[in-house]
Each structure stands twice: as C-alpha cells, then as structure tokens.
C-alpha cells in the first residue's frame, strides 16, 4: 500500500461540472494502493454513485478542511474565497502565478499554513510541455459552437442563444450536424472553415469537430506557422465562412484580421471563434472585439460597414460545454503523474511544481505573510 490518501474536493465555482478525478483514474488510483476519498457533489458531471462502484469511499462537501493534514487535496478550480491558513498539499489551477489580481491573498494562505500549491497549469514534463490541458475539447467545443452559430445567423435575424453543458459529444454533434444541414439548405453549400493553429491542441479538437460534423475534407482549411510566416491580414480568412484561432500568443505578430480588412464586399466571414481567447491581450491578432463572452451570451457582434453579419464567439472557458469527456481526457493524461503522488518529493514532475510554488511564494510581499 502507498499509504497516501487523494481527497477530491466538491467544486465550488458556478456551473463547473468538470472534475479532476474521474471513476476510470479513481479505479486505476485505487489498484494502485492509493485511498481515494471523494466529496459527493451535485454538480460534477459524474455521479457519486460512479465513484462509489469503484470503490471510492464517498464524503460529505466540504471535507478536505479537516482531513488530516497528510491528506493530499485535488480539485479543478479556485478555491472559495477565504482567509484562513492552508495546511495541506493542494493539487488544482489557483490562478495566481501571473499577477492575478488578488495573487498575493490566494498564494499566501499556503505558506501561511505550512501548505503546498502543486499548480496543474505549471505541471510540466522535462521539456517544458504541459501533462495535462484541455485544449483538445476547447477547440472541439468552439469549432462546434461557430458552426452552430453559422447556421443560426443564416435562419435568424436575433443573436446565437445561450448554451448548457452537453451530456456528451454523441448529442452535441448531433445538434452540430442538424445545424450544418439547415444552413446548408440556405447557402446551397458546405461551410469553409479555416482553422489556425491546426496542429496544436486546440486545433486538431477543431479539425476533429469539423471531421465528426461531416465537413468535408477540402472545406476544412488547416493553417499553422509555415502558413501565417507571410504575415495578415489574410484573405482566405475573409472569404472563408468561419475562422477558428487557435494559436498560442508568445509574441506580437500582424494581426490575422482587422476592420479594414473586414471592409470588402467580398467577405464571405461570418463568424470568428477566438479560441486562444487573448482577448485583453494587447498582441491579440484579432483586434475586432473587445470582450469576453460566455456559455449565457456565446457571441459578441463585429462592427462591420457590410453584409453579411459578422460576430465572435469568445467564451475562455470552451472545454465546461462538454464537461465529461473533456474529464476523462485531461483525467488520462494526469494519471501517470498522480500514481507517482507517493514518492512526490522525488518526482522531476512534482519537484519543478514544488519549486515554481517555492519561487512564487519568495515574491510574496511580507505584509501577505504574517
Ligand atoms: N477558450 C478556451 O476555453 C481555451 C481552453 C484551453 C486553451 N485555450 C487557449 O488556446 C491557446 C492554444 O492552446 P493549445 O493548448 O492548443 O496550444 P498548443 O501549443 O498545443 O498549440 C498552439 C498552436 O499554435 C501554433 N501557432 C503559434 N503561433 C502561431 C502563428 N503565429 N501562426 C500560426 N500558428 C501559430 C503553434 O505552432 C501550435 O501548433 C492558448 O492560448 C490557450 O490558453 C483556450
């Protein structure tokens, strides 16, 4: 037996119905010698009956505040907003090692109670390359929203609708492919899609939707570096029907669309989906909006002198629409990290997390430490 107990906590932010345990890594956590103790939880996506057949030992809300403090802690997102000291290693994405706003009440809770962050957004293999992330099912979801969105501005004068969460993607490619099917009757063709960042994460979960969607092969136009090397604004954008951004930022470059490219009576555009969502981004390649949107409002309307209409679809948070199968994926890739928990302090992946946490912490301003 490894002796290490993993708490799954209930999460607490609004709507989030993912989850950072799932049964099938409980099970394989289980077999492994591990305990697994997890909160029941009205939101998450699985039900506590999931866990339970695995042989996960269920516990009520809120819990982990007084497991014993050799208990490892594993969640998803941020904790509630509170104030008093944390006393254990705490395994989940807090958001706050880039100078979030607030950084400095949400990090110093852990030195102040002789805890541990061990942040998932940081945890890295020995190139530097994220574990786990859930780009594939960001992209997956946005490619799916903006052909919906597509099909929806053809056969209705008011905005794109709010959206839930789907049970899973068998049900939101069926609603996709209805979609397509009703705006193709009204344009007489297949949208053209062009994805960038095509051979990222994200990318290839667009690509994929657009493959289970039925869009044949040539309509899905797949851009990455070699591609964008010449530099925007492009045209193929414009005389495309939707345009996915999925790149990863790191550097200002020439935007891939502005207004005065927008500005022709050719454009064929008319929905963007910015997956890589830089929204606030002073480099952000596509400076035609300036807000977020969410799963209540998906879209946001260009200001564009021409027909036809043309809105973004901006939401940070895609992967929340499809709540199930974007757990077991990012689930997956973190299992062979989590079953070496029991020796984590010897652990090159956990170790670098440790330090990032160690070297975060030292900037603390003092005053946050007392
Ligand atoms: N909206 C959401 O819900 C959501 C969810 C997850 C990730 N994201 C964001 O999506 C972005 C991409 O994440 P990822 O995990 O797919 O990254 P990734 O590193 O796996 O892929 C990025 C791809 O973009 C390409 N790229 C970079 N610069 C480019 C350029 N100038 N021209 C063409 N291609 C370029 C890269 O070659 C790579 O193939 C990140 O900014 C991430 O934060 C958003």
């Known amino acids: 037996m490894s002796g290490i107990t993993l708490h799954l906590r209930s999460e607490c932010k609004a709507l989030e119905h993912r989850s950072a345990l799932t049964p ?80 400095e009440s949400v990090l110093s809770r852990f030195p102040r ?13 020995e190139r530097g390359r994220r574990v786990a992330a859930y780009g594939f099912h960001a992209g997956f979801a946005g490619a799916a929203l903006a052909l919906e969105n597509w099909a929806w501005q053809l056969t209705h004068s008011e905005p794109f609708p709010g959206v839930t969460a789907y049970p899973n993607e068998t049900a939101l490619i069926a609603d996709v492919r209805k979609a397509i099917a009703e705006g193709a009757a009204k344009t007489g063709s297949q949208p053209r899609i062009l994805v960038i960042g095509a051979l990222g994460r994200c990318g290839s979960g667009a690509v994929e939707l657009c493959r289970r969607a039925g869009i044949p092969e040539d309509n899905i136009v797949k851009w990455d570096m070699a591609e964008t090397a010449k530099g925007g604004p492009f045209k193929e954008i414009i005389e495309s029907d939707i345009f996915v951004n999925c790149i990863y930022l790191n550097s200002k470059i020439p935007s891939f669309v502005d207004y005065e490219s927008l500005d022709t009576a050719d454009r064929k555009l008319s929905v963007i989906c910015d997956v890589s969502a830089d929204t606030t981004n002073p480099n952000n390649p596509v400076p035609v909006y300036t807000v977020a949107t969410t799963f209540d409002k998906p879209t946001v309307p260009v200001e564009v002198k021409q027909e036809p209409k043309l ?7 895609l992967p929340s629409l499809l709540p199930r199968e974007a757990s077991e994926a990012f689930g997956n890739d973190l299992l062979p990290s989590l079953l070496e928990l029991k020796d984590w302090k010897n652990v090159p992946v956990w170790q670098r997390a440790e330090k990032l946490f160690q070297d975060k912490v030292a900037t603390l301003p003092k005053e946050y430490l007392q």
């Open 24 to 103: 099938t890594t409980t099970k394989a956590l289980l077999d492994a010698g591990y305990t697994v103790r997890i909160e029941r939880s009205p939101e998450r996506i699985f039900d506590d009956a999931e866990f339970e057949a695995v042989g996960a030992t269920l516990v009520p809300e809120n819990t982990w505040r007084e497991a014993p403090a050799d208990h490892i802690i594993l969640g998803l997102k941020e904790l509630p907003e509170e104030d008093f000291p944390l006393k254990h290693v705490h395994i989940q994405f807090a958001h706050c090692y880039k100078n979030q706003g607030g950084w």
């Open 113 to 125: 109670g002789n805890g541990t962050l061990l942040d998932l957004e940081f945890l890295v293999d």
């Open 311 to 317: 809105s973004v679809i901006s939401i940070d948070h």
